[in-house]
T-cell receptor, first 114, second 114 residues
Framework: AQSVTQLGSHVSVSEGALVLLRCNYSSSVPPYLFWYVQYPNQGLQLLLKYTTGATLVKGINGFEAEFKKSETSFHLTKPSAHMSDAAEYFCAVSRRGSQGNLIFGKGTKLSVKP | EAGVAQSPRYKIIEKRQSVAFWCNPISGHATLYWYQQILGQGPKLLIQFQNNGVVDDSQLPKDRFSAERLKGVDSTLKIQPAKLEDSAVYLC????????????FGAGTRLSVL
């Protein structure tokens, strides 16, 4: 069975600092990989996804993630944090060839200090 | 383009009462999902529709939860009778097809069962 582990339920960074949110997955076959962001009282919004091809994926708002098969990881990064990045971030996987069921991690809440 | 619409936004009920949630997906999206998001956790799929047929309802507590998607467009999710542990945010999402198609989420319905 597939699973997703997000290390750190809460990450705090200073404005302008590097953002690194960790995600590891467990799957016998590399799945499709996603990062979603959730702002307070809003639904989830897709930041980026990896399906095939280039392992470094660029998303919206300056975020990017790198798929590392050997490490079964898909960590999310942003070079310089902005106050508006404060939100909860969810990593999710979907098994290739499946009907599209997303399995989410527990989420990481990002705080940005001025 | 209109997003995924959900109503109501908030609902408070007492245990053993019944409740219903409504979702209107993005026009033209064949696939509709209902997720349950308990505080501090990632969303968990309850049921997935492809047009008006059920694709996956393996995690739907069928003794108390039911869902339908009439005419392959709008959908309703019902809980009867509600339990305390049903307190959560219920998210509806839609996509054109199946993964890795992007899932677009509504703002959710926050249910409190007292």
């Amino acid at each position: 069975a597939q699973s997703v582990t997000q290390l750190g339920s809460h990450v705090s960074v200073s404005e302008g600092a590097l953002v690194l949110l960790r995600c590891n997955y467990s799957s016998s076959v590399p799945p499709y990989l996603f990062w979603y962001v959730q702002y307070p009282n809003q639904g989830l919004q897709l930041l980026l996804k990896y399906t095939t091809g280039a392992t470094l994926v660029k998303g919206i708002n300056g975020f990017e993630a790198e798929f590392k098969k050997s490490e079964t990881s898909f960590h999310l990064t942003k070079p310089s944090a902005h106050m508006s990045d404060a939100a909860e971030y969810f990593c999710a996987v979907s098994r290739r060839g499946s009907q599209g069921n997303l399995i989410f991690g527990k989420g990481t809440k990002l705080s940005v200090k001025p | 383009e209109a997003g995924v619409a959900q109503s109501p936004r908030y609902k408070i009920i007492e245990k053993r009462q019944s409740v219903a949630f409504w979702c209107n997906p993005i026009s033209g999206h064949a696939t509709l999902y209902w997720y349950q998001q308990i505080l501090g956790q990632g969303p968990k799929l309850l049921i997935q529709f492809q047009n008006n047929g059920v694709v996956d309802d393996s995690q739907l507590p069928k003794d108390r939860f039911s869902a339908e998607r009439l005419k392959g467009v709008d959908s309703t999710l019902k809980i009867q009778p509600a339990k305390l542990e049903d307190s959560a945010v219920y998210l509806c999402a839609s996509s054109l097809g199946v993964s890795p198609d992007i899932q677009y989420f509504g703002a959710g319905t926050r249910l409190s069962v007292l």
